[in-house]
């Protein structure tokens, strides 16, 4: 069982929860890491022992993810955001190159505009008023000379999550998967590229990975900075400039985690029990609270909903009275509002089952 982090049960978006044992591995390494007599954050990322810790993470997301040899692993900084404009810099092709973005949230539609700024963009199917649902692929407009195809696979502010791999034909997909990686399995081999930011399931913020076909690399645009260049961070293991060496070491150790818990299968399974947990709340309670996302796509490990309806009163009781309660992170994304409950890997089935039981005492109390 995992124990829950100072008595209370933590719900944020990201950065998340990390697993106890790792917290205590990590405390422990600010002192002497692996026996060095050196710090992590002392540590030189030029040194065997940090190549070492380096070389060991892609080996486990490789493993992990069963990713295939003609991929690359890349360990980057700058976030999800980073890639927003790292991905057409390196994957625009042609003299007018243009790309197909899925909007289906925040992030999909941030990710748009920054791509703006390299080559065109076209939108699938046509703007959405609101983002609880994903428009049937039947009805997408895509252009088979695109550079590729871009979507978000779980859009934590709104709540969406792809149940399905998209279908770019002979396109390359591109996905941000940084909040649903490693909650399920995946065919990585469907992908040109996927990229994910470590603070939600896998580590603590200060890397991003990306996982990208050997053949999509080497040809980014002549403006390019060194530090997003796709083919120089591959030519250098990932090591072009100094990392944030703790948190690819919490990054590593966070996979290690996931190994010994049974791996993507095993997160899988606890994934499915947890939001089934808080769906069953949500559903089961007469419309005092509600989820707007249509039940085909709502995110497994964002769980946003309002209570009757938005009644802001309530919502921000329930806010205070559940911190007070030791559950925290349930305040809805600013602009959106509402609320929303974050259930990555390392938020525990006992956790969850907190909540729900919360959310049961909550609505007695002010139904």
């Not at 695109?146 to 791999?165: A, I, K, L, Q, R």
Request: hydrophobic residues 35%; charged residues 25%; contains cysteine.
């Amino acid at each position: 069982m995992e124990e829950t982090t100072n008595g209370v049960a933590c719900f944020n978006p990201g950065p998340a929860k990390l697993p106890k044992e790792v917290l205590r591995t990590v405390q422990g390494s600010m002192l002497n890491c692996r026996g060095t007599g050196l710090g992590i954050m002392e540590m030189s990322h030029r040194s065997a022992e940090f190549t070492a810790i380096n070389k060991s993470a892609i080996e486990k997301i490789k493993l992990l993810l069963s990713v295939p040899d003609d991929y690359k692993i890349l360990l980057m900084q700058g976030g999800g955001t980073g890639q927003f404009s790292a991905v057409p810099l390196n994957l625009a092709r042609g003299e007018n190159p243009c790309a197909d973005y899925i909007l289906t949230g925040n992030w999909s539609s941030k990710a748009s505009k920054e791509a703006q700024k390299f080559l065109k963009t076209n939108e699938v199917f046509p703007k959405l008023d609101k983002f609880v649902s994903i428009p049937s692929e039947a009805t997408w407009k895509l252009d088979p000379q695109s550079s590729y195809v871009y979507y978000c696979d779980n859009e934590t502010v709104h709540g969406v999550e792809f149940p399905f791999v998209p279908n770019s034909g002979k396109v390359p997909l591109v996905c941000d998967m940084s909040s649903n990686i490693l909650t399920r399995k995946v065919d990585v081999s469907k992908f040109g590229l996927l990229f994910a930011g470590a603070q939600k399931n896998m580590g603590c913020a200060g890397v991003t990975i990306v996982i990208v076909r050997e053949d999509l690399i080497g040809q980014s645009l002549g403006h390019t900075p060194v530090i997003m260049d796709y083919k120089e961070t591959a030519k250098l293991d990932s090591l072009y400039n100094t990392p944030s060496t703790v948190a690819v070491y919490t990054f590593e150790q966070c996979l290690d985690w996931v190994i010994r818990q049974g791996g993507v299968e095993e997160m899988e399974k606890r994934s499915a029990i947890k939001s089934k947990l808080i769906y069953e709340c949500i559903d089961q309670s007469n419309g005092f609270y509600r989820s707007p996302v249509e039940p085909s796509v709502r995110s497994r490990v964002n769980v946003v909903f309002r209570i009757k309806d938005g009644v802001q009163e309530l919502e921000e009781k329930f806010v205070g009275e559940s911190k007070a309660a030791g559950l925290i992170g349930l305040k809805g994304h600013r602009s959106v509002g509402g609320l929303r409950a974050s259930l990555f890997n390392a938020v525990s089935i006992e956790d969850t089952q907190k909540l729900a039981q919360f959310m049961k005492d909550f609505q007695k109390k002010y139904n």
